[in-house]
């Protein structure tokens, strides 16, 4: 395998059927597969992953694997998956200098104390209905999905007043680097990001281009809230997701929950 080989993500939602694509461009970066390349047309976007995986696999091995120079793929989603691919893979490519690997989902979600990082926890494992074991690593919250995603959300300590606060977060967010973390949710319930907050979000981008950054705003409301969501992300050039986990009862009456259907798409799909 050589080092300039093409690294391949594929990411498989196996609730809505959903398959997506990634490529790793030179700086480590994961993107999407652009609408020219053959692996982003319909056909193998939607559909049951057993089905489409003979013709994934062709795709993959004709235009990313040119000349053998070698292909690593990775895989993101329920066992079904990986099962179809390394199935077709030992029958077709053994020779063809093709790396799978399976990895879990390993989503971080940190924010300041009481912005709602267990809320929304709850409310997107519950929207997936996924069961899920809670464990403790250090101060962080390790919910683990059981049965369909395989995936990790770690609930890292609330950031505090100070900058040893920050520093810590930083530690903990490089480690889980290290173990190939996927998604970062950075939590606020107000539109504004401060400036040592948006410096660890910069300092990330830099160092680990391979994590996919979303601000969530957390407990947006209003209209106002949506508004001030988008020009935070127009400020901050990351994606900003306005979010209300739980329904809240106002006294004119009950809020319903919003933003978490988009949420979990930006996670799962768009990477
Ligand atoms: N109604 C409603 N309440 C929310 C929502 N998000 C957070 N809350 C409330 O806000 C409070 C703080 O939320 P948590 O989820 O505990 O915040 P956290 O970020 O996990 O806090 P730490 O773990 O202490 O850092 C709780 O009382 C939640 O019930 C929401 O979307 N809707
Ligand atoms: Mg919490």
Redesign the pocket.
Known sequence: MSLNCNRVKIIYNQEKRIVAYSLQNEQGKWIQVSDYSELAQEALSKGNIDKIAPRILSIINTTYNQRKRGVELFYEGPPEGSKALSRELERHYSTDNILFARKKTIIA?A?????????????LLDLKEEHHTITKKGET?VYSGVNSSDAEWH?L???GFGLDSIRKTQGVLEELANQGLAVLLY?T?TNRIETPERELLERLSIIFPQIKTIIVM??SVSEEDIEAAKSLERNISIQTIP???????IRSGLIP?HGLDLLLSAIFEER
């Open positions: 979600v924010g300041k104390t009481g912005t709602g990082k267990s809320a929304l926890i709850k409310a919250v609930e300590p609330g950031i939590c319930s957390t407990d979010v209300l986990a739980k329904s809240k009862r929950s």
